[in-house]
């Protein structure tokens, strides 16, 4: 049971390059979300969902897209990179929305 | 709007000091609340929540929390402080969306 997975771990971009952080969970969660961490912002919500086939935008959703196919798996794309994206991005999954929040170890991502 | 507050970004308290965290919250209805610790590096781990009931929660590695509704606060507090609680502690709203709404967090530094 590895609860929650994000790859990569660390990368870094250039501006305008795409790329995909992966999350996985083996908990049938039904309710995963990305948040983003900045120093000092404490962590915002990029976007959700609430079960396969069913996503919506959080706080901060511009420059991301998600998709969610599968229980498991809530891929967050960058469809071109900017250096305001610089953060480290964090995976949360749980049973129902108002449950307890599991969260994965986070990407750090550094877009130049 | 929803919001969270926590007054204090850097706190030092000496090795088996007390500690009390504040966090004031924002939000209409009967809040979910929780306490996150994250150490360097790490992921985001539950200290301890609050959905009804019992107003003094109890949570993991001796910490506590209690829910005072006339203050909208949520304050985290621990008896005695040991080095290895130095981390960043989150305090957290339910929000709307089914997502977290996280204060911008509490570095706690320990003096040996």
């Known amino acids: 049971n590895a609860g929650v997975t994000q790859t990569p771990k660390f990368q870094v971009l250039k501006t305008g390059q795409s790329m995909t952080l992966q999350c996985a969970q083996d908990?049938?969660?039904?309710?995963m979300s990305w948040y983003r961490q900045d120093p000092g912002m404490g962590l915002r919500l990029i976007h959700y969902?609430?079960?396969?086939?069913?996503?919506d935008q959080g706080e901060v959703p511009n420059g991301y897209n998600v998709s969610r196919s599968t229980t498991e798996d809530f891929p967050l794309r960058l469809l071109s990179a900017a250096p305001s994206q610089t953060s480290v991005y964090f995976c949360a999954t749980s049973w129902t929305a108002t449950d307890t929040q599991y969260f994965g170890p986070g990407t750090r991502l550094t877009v130049l | 709007a929803q919001s969270v507050t926590q007054p204090d970004i850097h706190i030092t308290v000496s090795e088996g000091a007390s500690l009390e965290l504040r966090c004031n919250y924002s939000y209409g209805a009967t809040p979910y609340l929780f306490w996150y610790v994250q150490s360097p590096g790490q992921g985001l781990q539950l200290l301890l929540k609050y959905f009804s009931g019992d107003t003094l929660v109890q949570g993991i590695k001796g910490f506590e929390a209690e829910f005072k509704r006339s203050q909208s606060s949520f304050n985290l507090r621990k008896p005695s402080v040991h080095w290895s609680d130095a981390a960043e502690y989150f305090c957290?709203?339910?929000?709307?969306?089914?997502?977290?709404?996280f204060g911008k967090g509490t570095k706690l530094s320990v003096k040996p």
């Open positions: 969902s609430v079960g396969a086939g069913i996503t």
């Open positions: 908990m049938n969660h039904e309710y």
């Open positions: 957290a709203v339910g929000g709307s969306q089914g997502n977290l709404i």
